[in-house]
Structure formats: C-alpha cells, structure tokens
C-alpha cells in the first residue's frame, strides 16, 4: 500500500488542565516557554504574553489566598478562571495548527507542551454466527450501523442457492429457530439506516448447525 493511501488519523489534544492551582501554573509557565520561538506558532491566540500575565496574576492570587485573608479566595478562583479560559482558547488555536498538517499533527501539539489525546481502538464488530442455546438455533451478531438503523437476515440450507427470510430487527443482533440440525446453514445480513436507506447484503458466513 502506498503511503498516499494510508489513511492518517486526526491527532488531537488532551488538554487536562490539573486540578491543583500550583500545578496549573507550571501546567501554563510549561507551554509558554514550549511556544515561546517555536516557528509552528507565528500568532498564538491569545498572545503569550496575555497567558504569561494570567500565570502571573494566578500565581500571585495563590499566594495571597494562603493568608487566607478576606476575599482572596474569591479574588484567586476568578484569576484560575481567567487562565483555564485562556488556556482553552490557546487548545483551539494549537489544535488548527496541527490540522492544517495532519501528518505531522502529534509532533506539533507536542513541541506546544500539550499532550495528545489517545486513540481508543474500536474495532468494527464482524458478521459472526455461533451456535444458539437450543437445538436448531443459530444467535447472529453483525456490525452496529448507527442510531434508528433495522436490520434484515437471510438463511440458506442449499449453500446459497436459495435465502429464506428471518424477522427484522432494529437491533444487529437476531436468533434464528428451526433449523435443519446437523447442516451447515449461510447466513447473511443488509442494514437499512435513515441516511443511507438500505445497504448491500453482506458477505455470507456459516455455521453448521447442531
């Protein structure tokens, strides 16, 4: 496969602001010196200089809320507010840098300090049939195809030279009943979705029925 046909995956950012005020300064004083020179970033938004005096302003208001004089606590938590606000806005900015080059997306949210969030693998559920709980009984599962989709299944005991229709399902799952036991029995599926209306039957699977 050529790399022009590999398909590259959007890299995107896990912010994860901490929880504790001393480790969102650090979190902040982090990216602005990774931004600071750093060619990818010609016109960060907001400006450096803005989250600089936002880590400035919060980092001062910690200091005054340890005292814990009146108000200052209050005065603390809107300067938190502020640079959480900034620091949101600066994900939006890092995040349409890293897409305009999708194939070098992981490396320049990286090179701002931010971490990239990790890919969970949802591997596409296959068409499968297995043997059913009773005799003569087949339990099939096949791919979910989206919200308000029903599904339509088909059986064949002639090897696929005639399908016999089981009951649709809103669900991609189904039990198949009075089956010839001891046969090997095709089974194949089509989805019908609200967007696409109704799709192709599937490759056929089998199953020898007991």
Do not use: C
């Not at 990774?34 to 016109?43: H, I, R, V």
């Not at 010839?180 to 599926?189: A, E, L, M």
């Amino acid at each position: 496969m050529s790399a022009a046909s590999k398909s590259i995956h959007r890299a995107t950012i896990s912010l994860g602001i901490p929880k504790k005020n001393a480790d969102v300064i650090l979190y902040a004083s982090n990216i602005v010196q990774k931004m600071t020179g750093n060619p990818a970033f010609s016109t960060p938004t907001p400006t450096l200089a803005a989250l600089t005096a936002a880590t400035n302003d919060l980092h001062s208001a910690e200091t005054a809320a340890l005292s814990r004089a009146k108000g200052s606590a209050t005065v603390r938590d809107d300067k938190r507010t502020v640079l959480v606000s900034l620091l949101q806005q600066l994900d939006g900015y890092v995040q349409s840098i890293a897409d305009a080059t999708p194939e070098n997306g992981a490396a320049i949210i990286e090179s701002a300090g931010l971490a990239v969030r990790k890919m969970t693998a949802h591997g596409k559920r296959a068409f499968a049939a297995k043997q059913g709980a009773l005799a003569g009984s087949a339990t099939l599962t096949a791919a979910t195809a989206g919200p308000r989709s029903s599904y339509e299944w088909q059986y064949s005991i002639d090897g696929g030279k005639s399908w016999a229709f089981a009951p649709a399902t809103t669900q991609g799952k189904t039990a198949v009943a009075g089956l010839p036991s001891g046969t090997t029995v095709q089974f194949r599926y089509l989805a019908v979705t609200p967007k696409g209306g109704q799709g192709d039957w599937s490759p056929a699977v089998a199953l020898l029925v007991k």
